[in-house]
């Protein structure tokens, strides 16, 4: 069936270091969103990519859409506390409206 | 900032049990969704709701579960008989379109334990 695969699972940094975690479809997507979930939160959109090879920034964050729209991944610069989290991936679920979510990759960062 | 909202914040049943959870979606959205998330596991995805009825469902909703709309503002889901498997954060989502450019809102969650 139709999966969105996430590595690694879990990332531990150094505060100041650099984290990316990486996405990727058994199908081709028309478009993938990002999200972070904070520890004992819900998860909060970040941000939505379409094109080809897109690349959006956000600040420190940069995201990444494959040119096949298969892969995707997500830069976070010189990480700090506050980008603790679990960030997921999630892609259109078949030909419908829900999106499917990856396994999702956990950040933790020590000062 | 409008935002959905979930209720009750934890839920204790006995196996067995019939449970409800509540969610006020967004005012003005017009796609709806259930998901669970295991302890320190993935978002699953349980069903989308339009138009009062069904869009979508996964493999998990099957005849235990469903969804209701019953007035202009809650969203429900029933679990029949619930199990012990059935132990989850169950996050309800709106949306206000169903284009890829639209993003889910997720509500707080309900922590529901099965006993």
């Known amino acids: 069936g139709q999966q969105v695969m996430q590595i690694p699972q879990y990332q531990h940094v150094q505060e100041g270091e650099d984290f990316t975690t990486y996405c990727n479809s058994s199908t081709t997507l028309s478009n993938i969103q990002w999200y972070k979930q904070r520890p004992g939160g819900h998860p909060v959109f970040l941000i939505q990519l379409v094109k080809s090879g897109e690349v959006k920034k956000q600040k420190r964050l940069t995201f990444q859409f494959g040119e096949a729209k298969k892969n995707s991944s997500l830069h976070i610069t010189a990480t700090q506390t506050t980008d603790v989290g679990t960030y997921f991936c999630?892609?259109?679920?078949?030909?419908?409206?829900?999106?499917?979510f990856g396994k999702g990759t956990t950040l933790s960062v020590s000062s | 900032e409008p935002e959905v909202t979930q209720t009750p914040s934890h839920q204790v049943t006995q196996m067995g049990q019939e449970v409800i959870l509540r969610c006020v979606p967004i005012s003005n959205h017009l796609y709806f969704y259930w998901y669970r998330q295991i302890l320190g596991q993935k978002v699953e995805f349980l069903v989308s709701?339009?138009?009062?009825?069904?869009?979508?469902k996964s493999e998990i909703f099957d005849d235990q579960f469903s969804v209701e709309r019953p007035d202009g503002s809650n969203f429900t889901l029933k679990i029949r008989s619930t199990k012990l498997e059935d132990s989850a954060m169950y996050f309800c989502?709106?949306?206000?379109?169903?284009?890829?450019?639209?993003?889910?809102?997720f509500g707080n969650g309900t922590r529901l334990t099965v006993t």
């Open positions: 999630a892609g259109p679920y078949q030909a419908g409206t829900a999106l499917i």
């Open positions: 709701f339009y138009n009062n009825e069904i869009s979508e």
């Open positions: 989502a709106s949306r206000r379109t169903g284009l890829g450019n639209s993003p889910l809102h």
